[in-house]
């Protein structure tokens, strides 16, 4: 006979199985039960045909995703932060994110940060049941200082990871504001979140790979919440990079052309200029731009809140 613990277990198991069977990205496709019989050229067509549903799916979401945009930017611009919070690869993604916004747009490490189930191991190697504990993202959190100015993003491709349901009710809780992204609709942490971005591409390539369709909805988003709310920012200028920082040879050589193509000038004045700027490209445009010296020119950037095209026509 079963003991009260393998009943509980099993019940709880029966009750997974059923949510699962109700996921879009669990479900498998009639589609696609012959994969293992087709030639490379045909599976290259049928993935890549997948893959054309994902950003038509995020397009009929942008109004959902620009109230993200416009929330994240005015609480970066009241000094908060952009949390990501995420399990296996949906945490990955997050911490792929906030990496790449120092060397982008110049921003500080903290101001875009990515917190994933499991710590730093899981983001190479899986951690079994992190994304099970629902008090651990609460947990960083309260490490992190978390307040109402800060923005935090629960990304999970179910819907349902209790991490980062967990997460975003501590959150919402605090009154900073909740973004959730999720590949499935009605789900739980859409519900926990004050703004929900589900966006339901089908069934994976492969039976409930997520890391495919809902992986690649969940890069397209989150390039956008952090790409968009740093141009609103003044981090860009005529659509180039502008606050960058240039931390190899090739990110040396980006700033330098990007004070040429945005001034006009040569290429040895261009790096005078970024020399007299301390390398900043956006201090060393304003100043050939405006013929203003280093210091005015600051003065003048930090007038405007660093949009680049104020300063300029503050100096004009």
């Not at 019989?37 to 890549?48: G, H, K, Q, S």
């Not at 952009?82 to 990955?92: F, K």
């Not at 591409?201 to 997520?210: A, C, L, R, V």
């Amino acid at each position: 006979m079963l003991d009260e613990t393998d009943s509980a277990a099993n019940s709880r198991l029966a009750e997974l199985l059923d949510v699962l069977s109700h996921l879009d990205t669990e479900a498998a496709s009639t589609e696609r039960g012959d994969l293992d019989l087709l030639d490379t050229a045909e599976l290259v067509v049928r993935m890549n045909a997948e893959d054309q549903r994902v950003p038509l799916a995020v397009a009929e979401h942008a109004t959902d995703i620009a109230r993200a945009v416009d929330g994240i930017t005015e609480r970066f611009r009241r000094g908060g932060r952009l949390i990501y919070i995420g399990a296996g690869t949906a945490g990955r993604i997050g911490v792929l994110d906030a990496s790449e916004c120092p060397p982008t747009f110049g921003t500080d490490p903290s101001m875009v940060v990515g917190l994933i189930a499991g710590g730093e191991t899981a983001i190479r190697s899986a951690v079994e049941n992190a994304e099970d504990d629902a008090d651990a993202a609460q947990r960083s959190l309260l490490e992190l200082e978390l307040t109402e100015r800060d923005t935090v993003v629960g990304i999970s491709a179910s819907g349902r990871t209790p991490y980062v349901v967990g997460g975003l009710e501590y959150a919402r809780g605090i009154g900073a504001l909740t973004v959730a992204i999720a590949s499935n609709s009605n789900s739980d942490i859409g519900a926990a979140a004050e703004i929900p971005i589900e966006i339901v591409t089908g069934p994976e390539f492969i039976s409930g790979s997520t890391r495919l369709k809902s992986g690649t909805t969940q890069k397209l988003v989150v390039n956008m919440l952090t790409t968009l709310s740093m141009i609103k920012l003044g981090k860009t200028y005529r659509g180039v990079m502008v606050d960058l920082i240039a931390t190899n040879e090739k990110l040396h050589a980006r700033s330098i052309r990007t004070v040429t193509e945005l001034t006009g000038v040569g290429i040895d004045a261009a790096a005078a200029a970024l020399q007299a700027a301390g390398g900043s490209v956006k201090l060393a445009v304003l100043m050939l731009v405006a013929g203003a010296e280093a210091d005015p020119a600051r003065a003048a950037l930090a007038e405007a809140d660093g949009i680049l095209r104020e300063a300029i026509a503050a100096l004009s």
